[in-house]
């Protein structure tokens, strides 16, 4: 079967209503009645009885402007109530791509959930591009659209330019902004380090303001330049300016409230 006949026999039988695949980070786009279009090289399978369509060979699903590509997408439809079709579940197998307008996304394998509105992205490498930042992860990244959350899992990190906030979780709130969701918040949990210019930060958890460009670190803090380091219990961080501030610990006893450090001559930062 040609591309353009497999394109053909997908628009005709297959012209469902779901939500889209998010647009944006979130990979969905709300409630539409457009179709999905499905093409492929090597073919498009359709199981009536098991109410599945499978697209074999460089495979491309495409719904309004966003783009789903993979060696193999497998889409699972079921009768509605009212009458007509409707997908549920939309797998990628191999070389995965998503393409909205502002984003792009890249991994192993991936399951949308439709009727959840809840994408999962794995492999040994998932990545996440944005004109500003970069999402990298080596197990997961999870989208939720109904709960406005992203989760990256596995040595995530989140980069822009030379600053990196790196854990073993990462999760990234989102919220309407100029009639499109946007990051305003993000947490790391466990093993965290931010990575500055100059300066590394390590600590317990993480909680990043996007908008003031301000993460607050907590729990077991330490802040290395060279040989020099400083400990403390709460440490402030600009990730716009590369300026950290550490404190001690509210209330703790008079050891745990004092920032202690180690200052090596000759590589104290020159302003």
């Known amino acids: 079967m040609s591309r353009a006949w497999a394109r053909f026999a997908v628009c005709c039988a297959f012209c469902i209503c779901t939500p889209v695949l998010a647009q944006g980070l979130g990979f969905g786009g ?8 499905v093409d492929a090289t090597d073919g498009i399978e359709w199981l009536q009885d098991q109410q599945v369509f499978t697209a074999r060979g460089d495979a491309v699903a495409v719904r309004g402007d966003v ?11 079921r009768t509605k109530a009212g009458g007509g079709t409707e997908v549920w579940r939309l797998d990628a197998e191999g070389n995965v791509r998503i393409i909205a307008p502002e984003e792009t996304a890249f991994a192993d394998s991936g399951v949308y959930d439709v009727e959840n509105g809840v994408l999962v992205l794995s492999g040994t490498k998932v990545r996440l591009l944005t004109d500003e930042d970069e999402i990298v992860a080596d197990n ?7 709960k406005r959350m992203a989760v990256a899992r596995g040595n995530a990190y989140a980069i822009r330019g030379e600053r990196r906030l790196r854990a073993d979780v990462l999760t990234a709130h989102f919220r309407p902004f100029e009639g499109r969701m946007r990051v305003y ?10 990575v500055l210019e100059d300066d590394t930060v390590t600590a317990d958890r993480a ?5 003031s460009g301000i993460a607050t670190l907590t729990g077991s803090v330490k802040i290395t330049h060279g040989e020099n380091q400083l400990n403390g219990c709460v440490a402030e961080v600009d990730l716009g300016s590369g300026a ?12 745990q409230s004092r920032v202690r450090g180690l200052i090596v001559p000759g590589q104290v930062r020159k302003k």
């Open 140 to 146: 997961q990244l999870e989208y939720w659209e109904k």
């Open 67 to 77: 783009a789903v590509h993979a060696d193999l997408l497998r889409a699972y439809y």
């Open 244 to 255: 950290s501030t550490l404190k001690g610990c509210d209330g703790a006893g008079k050891d």
């Open 30 to 37: 709300g409630d539409t009645d457009a179709p999905i279009e």
């Open 185 to 194: 918040k993000v947490e790391a949990f466990d093993n965290v380090y931010v």
């Open 207 to 211: 909680i990043y303001n996007v908008d």
